[in-house]
């Protein structure tokens, strides 16, 4: 059983770019979960895929936007980049959307300059 | 709405010392509480969870955490630290409609002294 992967551990873009990152679940999770953690900060949520389809989202504006693919994988997407969308963006999945355990990747840190 | 406030950012303990962590929760409903870790560049890794039930919550590496709905807390315990216990330490709640959407502390990074 793998666990949850997240690529790429580490990047950097230019102010006013758009980035792609991704998550493969924990194999048989069908719910993924993305959360955005600044320097010094407990992660905050930006949103929940179940099923291919968005079932909640946090407090981010709509340049924030994701997928969820029949395989249960999933991007997040991230448009006209700004120098506070640097963070370490941390993936979660679980065995549906509430009720078990939800297990975090390793994170793609994102600088952005 | 709910939130989640870590008292002390930093708390420093010397090996062998009692390891106390502090948590309290702002909740509209009854709710679910956890205790994350996180190692240097890693992931978030659980070491307990209060749902419904005992309001005494026993976790992973001898870490416990009791639920107190008068004081709003869900304070994290350990009775001895160890070294390798440094690492920062975050509390999270949600609720029964929330599931895994979960609402995080801004952290406690707990170091350990020989």
């Known amino acids: 059983e793998t666990g949850v992967t997240q690529s790429p551990t580490h990047l950097i873009k230019t102010r006013g770019q758009q980035v792609t990152l991704r998550c493969s679940s924990q194999?048989?999770?069908?719910?993924v979960s993305w959360y955005q953690q600044a320097l010094g900060q407990g992660p905050q949520f930006i949103f929940q895929?179940?099923?291919?389809?968005?079932?909640g989202r946090g407090n981010f504006p709509p340049r924030f936007s994701g997928l969820q693919f029949p395989n249960y994988s999933s991007e997040l997407n991230v448009n006209a980049l700004e120098l506070d969308d640097s963070a370490l963006y941390l993936c979660?999945?679980?065995?549906?959307?509430?009720?078990?355990?939800?297990?975090f990747g390793q994170g793609t840190r994102l600088t952005v300059v | 709405a709910q939130s989640v406030t870590q008292l002390g950012s930093h708390v420093s303990v010397s090996e062998g010392a009692l390891v106390l962590l502090r948590c309290n929760y702002s909740?509209?409903?009854?709710?679910?509480l956890f205790w994350y870790v996180q190692y240097p560049n890693q992931g978030l890794q659980l070491l307990l969870k209060?749902?419904?039930?005992?309001?005494l919550v026993k976790g992973i590496n001898g870490f416990e955490a009791e639920f107190k709905k008068s004081e709003t807390s869900f304070h994290l315990t350990k009775p001895s630290a160890h070294m390798s216990d440094a690492a920062e330490y975050f509390c999270?709640?949600?609720?029964?409609?929330?599931?895994?959407?979960?609402?995080f502390g801004g952290g406690t990074r707990l170091m350990v002294k020989p």
């Open positions: 999270a709640v949600t609720h029964n409609n929330a599931g895994n959407m979960l609402t």
């Open positions: 909740s509209s409903v009854p709710p679910y």
């Open positions: 979660a999945s679980s065995l549906g959307p509430s009720g078990s355990e939800a297990f």
């Open positions: 194999s048989g999770h069908n719910t």
């Open positions: 209060y749902t419904t039930g005992a309001t």
């Open positions: 895929y179940y099923r291919e389809e968005e079932n």
